[in-house]
């Protein structure tokens, strides 16, 4: 399997999914027009990947801002996860949120409860990350 690698806009995020170290990272904002488009490569490669896992898969979620349509395929995203698990393939979930951003840390909770899969909640000072990334 290849890497899968999409570059940030403005309305889609990064996303880097790496099928050889089994690391995942999808961050930025996640509003796209349409979220079916944008999403489908990625699902699609998901299933690819379920039907192949040989190794421990670890997803890092930093997302500033997702709408409606986006996060019915995240979950979708995660769902897939739960195929792993099925496999007996250790996963887990690390779950990026800004300390200010209460929002944003329930919807992942939402999340994880929604699927059987670990996730570990990382807060971090909005703007030290803005400063980082000057």
């Known amino acids: 399997m290849d890497l899968l690698q999409i570059e940030a806009t403005e309305k889609t995020p990064f996303v880097k999914f790496d099928p050889k170290t089994g690391e995942f990272e999808m961050s930025g904002k996640a509003i796209p027009q349409d979220a079916e488009a944008f999403f489908s490569p990625i699902l699609e490669w998901m299933d690819e990947y379920v039907s192949t896992v040989d190794r421990a898969t670890h997803v890092r979620i930093d997302l500033e801002y997702f709408n409606i349509s986006s996060s019915k395929r995240i979950l979708f995203l995660l769902y897939k996860l739960n195929e792993i698990v ?40 909005r703007n030290a990350r803005l400063m980082a990334t000057a």
């Not at 779950?95 to 994880?112: H, P």
Request: net charge negative; hydrophobic share 40%; no cysteine.
């Open 86 to 125: 099925d496999k007996s393939m250790p996963v887990s979930v690390s779950w990026y949120y800004a300390d200010s951003d209460d929002d944003m840390k329930e919807v992942g909770q939402d999340f994880a409860f929604m699927v059987r899969v670990p996730f570990k909640f990382v807060s971090y000072a």
